[in-house]
């Protein structure tokens, strides 16, 4: 492709006029947009040269984009399987309490040795 492209140079024959005067080419386009009734035309235009500012910027939305996916990804494992640990052990504390109540206290011990078993009763 480079033999051909330095063939098309060295000749004067690209395949379009664009290539020989970019500057020109991309006035007329701009022209040509503006009469087909395209108000304002952007170019995307470099103003700030401060690449190392940028790139920290870059560097800190990475970082915050990141703890955002890990926050929402602990709430979905916590909506799974962490989440329902938890009920299950309110609702043995709750059958517990209940047991106590009945004077079943045998079962109620029974309850407290799942919930905590490396306490002795």
Known sequence: MFKQFMEDHNTATFPSKKYYNLDAYYRRK???????????????????????????????????????????????????????????????REEMAYQYKIGNFEAAAAIQRKLDPDVAM
């Open 30 to 92: 701009m022209e040509k947009d503006l009469m087909k009734g395209f108000k304002k035309v952007q170019q995307k235009e470099r103003t700030i040269f401060d690449d190392e500012e940028q790139r920290r910027q870059e560097l800190m939305r990475e970082r915050e984009k990141h703890k955002e996916e890990q926050v929402v990804a602990l709430k979905r494992s916590m909506q799974g399987g962490m989440a329902q640990a938890m009920k299950e052990q309110a609702q043995l």
